[in-house]
């Protein structure tokens, strides 16, 4: 399943009067226009493989349809989304569940539909079969040495395979913890993560990077042992220049000030990138701005001002990802209008008038301050996102698009209503 770009063009051509009057209207007050326009049209947020295929919970999962049986059709998913909003120009493997058993294949597919391979992630949360040792008590950090052996290996064996793939980063997220006090003794099951770490370390390539990720808590429920920035912070700086912090959006207990924990690990040249979602509880893993788009509009305030201070590239020198999970919609309709939240709250965030922002904050001129940032987050930013997507060739509104088309029931047909995608 390809999307054809005549197709896009003859949808687009159909919005093509609103959209233009829609654009000139908020075009008129932008003052860096083509920079906007440029930074949208070079900005890709990657696509995780293990979004693609319908979510669930403890309590069940309810099949879509649809949904791809293998890493072929993944990718084949990937490209879809990217022929739609020209914005999702990489794949983010998982190993086990997507093991790439001929990579220069791969590599090809992916790369007819214009995608490459963003970080690889490891698993060492679920028991394979076939596995020498449990991690039921942990991997990276357990009290077993053996074990500890067991998920370096598996992790060095990942970044072997992401090497064939160009990848540059590997992942790592971690659910090592304890489910009742007394469990672990908190400094032992550190130093041994560190230790297992820097093993996994040493076993990067030069160009490649480690991203660490932290989350308070499930599936243990009393401790995690990378379970805040503070913790995954002090293992890539124990660890070196090549390991950062991965911030998901979703690990932070209710009310943390996500943005300024961005704005330090940006300063420290220790942010990695993002998993993108949003939550209302706890790691809900729901659409990305879905519930408090204003918080990612902060987040995103703070990564411009940050990464321009420092002259990095908005667009390289970052990971961005969504880690999502799709229990109801439809994953490549919840995957686009995920990628078009994180587009609006970068835009906004281009729009904030800085030099007028500083002089407020020099002078504490806080009501002013206020009335800045609310000013862009106010705007409505989607015409601008539109012309940015018109501008590569993609569709000025990528869900339509998509239901015009109707890519699901094509792909319902091709393979099959009781489809299920490996992964989570
Ligand atoms: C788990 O909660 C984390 O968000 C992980 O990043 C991710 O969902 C997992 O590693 C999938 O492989
Ligand atoms: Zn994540
Ligand atoms: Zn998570
Ligand atoms: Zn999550």
Known sequence: MQIEKY????????????HRRQFEFVAADVANLDLVLQKLGAFNIAIPSWALGTGGTRFGRFSGGGEPRSLEEKIEDVGVIHALNKSSNSISLHIPWDIPENAASIKALAAQVGLHFDAVNSNTFQDQPNQKHSYKYGSLHHVDKAVRKQAIEHNIEVIKYGVQLDSKALSVWLSDGSNFPGQLNFRRAFQNTQESLQEIYDALPDDWKMWIEYKPYEPNFYSTTIGDWGQSYLLASKLGA???TLVDL???????????????LLMEGKLAGFHFNDSKYGDDDLTVGSINPYQLFLIFNELVEGMDARGMNHAKDIGWMIDASHNVKDPIEDLLQSVQAIKIAYAQALLVDKNTLVTAQNNN?????????QTAYRTDVRPLIAEASLLAGGSIDPVGTYRKLN????LIKERGLKTVATGL
């Open 250 to 264: 979703g690990h932070h207990l209710q009310g943390t000030n996500i943005e300024q924990i961005v704005s330090i």
């Open 407 to 410: 890519v699901r029931a094509n």
């Open 365 to 373: 001129d806080v009501t002013l301050a206020q009335e800045i940032l």
């Open 242 to 244: 090549k390991a950062s």
């Open 7 to 18: 197709k896009i063009d003859e949808i687009n051509q159909q919005h093509l009067a609103k």
